[in-house]
């Protein structure tokens, strides 16, 4: 199960914290956004199994990917915003077998997650 809060509305150059609460059995966990009739796409995510972080090109510089004091917890705390970072933003877990490696890229990519949380819609709008 994966509860994401934090969304809202803020002005151009504010930031945003995101934090997504999940339980269940995973080693990979990750944020995603998706724009109305565009495709899902990988903002950033931590592979537990060697605890490396992927981040988007284009935000990266602004956001960062990290666990809370609790570990279930995962928040995306998002800085100098964006017109162009408003979507509705969503967290996902999945389970990476033992023997497969997954590239920073791969670990962006919304088919290797398995379960989804509700989305927060963040819109950045002067």
């Known amino acids: 199960q994966l509860q994401a809060s934090g969304g809202g509305l803020v002005q151009p150059g504010e930031s945003l914290r995101l934090s997504c609460e999940a339980s269940?059995?995973?080693?990979?966990i990750g944020w995603f956004r998706q724009v109305p009739g565009k495709e899902r796409e990988g903002v950033a995510s931590i592979n537990d199994k060697d605890d490396k972080i992927s981040i988007r090109d284009s935000v990266k510089g602004r956001f960062t990917i990290s666990r809370g004091s609790d570990k279930n917890t995962v928040n995306l705390q998002m800085n100098s915003l964006k017109p162009e970072d408003t979507a509705a933003y969503y967290c996902?877990?999945?389970?990476?077998?033992?023997?497969?490696?997954?590239?920073?890229?791969?670990?962006?990519?919304?088919?290797?997650?398995?379960?989804w949380g509700q989305g927060t819609l963040v819109t950045v709008s002067s």
């Open positions: 996902a877990t999945g389970s990476i077998p033992d023997g497969i490696y997954y590239s920073s890229r791969d670990l962006l990519k919304p088919v290797i997650y398995d379960y």
């Open positions: 269940g059995s995973y080693n990979v």
